[in-house]
């Protein structure tokens, strides 16, 4: 069974970095592609990166790339999602979410992916 697991957001200043994790039980995160959300008050939520199955294919969208990494453990459950040289447009809450696949090594933004938890919160301040 999937239990909401995210954490390791926070209020960092302009220029700082976050790390939050996501782990869920059993296999669950073997099968699936992962991916992270976001959502800004007022905001559309928007897919900010997705990692496959094997980890080999990451995709991020534009407004992040170079500045966020997606990275999972499968033996340990985990995801993660450093981000470095964080914006104050880069305040809001992220949530872990998943895709199933059968397919190892592809990832797209374009999938739906499913959250299941309450997200953790990151805040940038000026």
């Known amino acids: 069974q999937v239990q909401p697991g995210e954490s390791g957001g926070g209020l960092v200043q302009a220029g700082g970095s976050l790390r939050p994790s996501c782990v869920v039980s059993?296999?669950?995160?073997?099968?699936?592609?992962m991916g992270w959300y976001r959502q800004a008050p007022g905001k559309q939520r928007e897919l900010v990166a997705c990692?496959?199955?094997?980890?080999?294919?990451?995709n991020y969208a534009d407004p992040v790339k170079g500045r966020l990494t997606a990275s999972r453990e499968n033996t340990k459950n985990t995801a993660y999602l450093q981000m470095n040289d964080l914006r104050t447009e880069d305040t809001a809450v992220y949530y872990c979410?998943?895709?199933?696949?059968?397919?190892?090594?592809?990832?797209?933004?374009?999938?739906?992916?499913?959250?299941w938890g309450q997200g953790t919160q990151v805040t940038v301040s000026s």
């Open positions: 059993g296999s669950f995160v073997s099968i699936n592609a």
């Open positions: 990692i496959s199955r094997s980890g080999r294919s990451i």
């Open positions: 979410a998943a895709a199933w696949t059968t397919v190892q090594s592809v990832c797209r933004l374009d999938w739906t992916f499913a959250t």
